[in-house]
């Protein structure tokens, strides 16, 4: 079993600066990609950004210089800085992991449960 737990959510003023982290734990061998997306109310899950392994990094135009995405492979974490944050950041945030091996072969993609951020205005 491979477990995402979201951590570092919470209520901020507009401008202001949250960090999200995501740690996996279980029977890991290795992970692919790690990601963040977010859903907000009314909306479709969306794309925030994306880091493979060797640390190549994608991100939503909407969050591109503001947003920074980075991971510690050793301690199977990956981190969200949110930096300049606007009411239309307020979603929940989900960690992702598509493609966790574990020691056994098997390969599976992995969510989050979710954390909350919510940027007043």
């Known amino acids: 079993q491979v477990q995402l737990v979201e951590s570092g959510g919470g209520l901020v003023q507009a401008g202001g600066s949250l960090r999200l982290s995501c740690a996996a734990s279980?029977?890991?061998?290795?992970?692919?990609?790690m990601g963040w997306y977010r859903q907000a109310p009314g909306k479709q899950r969306e794309l925030v950004a994306i880091?493979?392994?060797?640390?190549?990094?994608t991100y939503a135009e909407s969050v591109k210089d503001r947003f920074a995405i980075s991971r510690d492979n050793a301690k199977n974490t990956v981190f969200l800085q949110m930096n300049s944050l606007k009411s239309e950041d307020t979603a929940v945030y989900y960690c992702?992991?598509?493609?966790?091996?574990?020691?056994?072969?098997?390969?599976?993609?992995?969510w989050g449960p979710g954390i909350q951020v919510v940027v007043s205005s």
């Open positions: 992702n992991a598509p493609r966790v091996r574990t020691p056994g072969g098997s390969v599976g993609d992995y």
């Open positions: 279980g029977s890991i061998f290795s992970i692919n990609s």
């Open positions: 880091i493979t392994s060797g640390g190549a990094t």
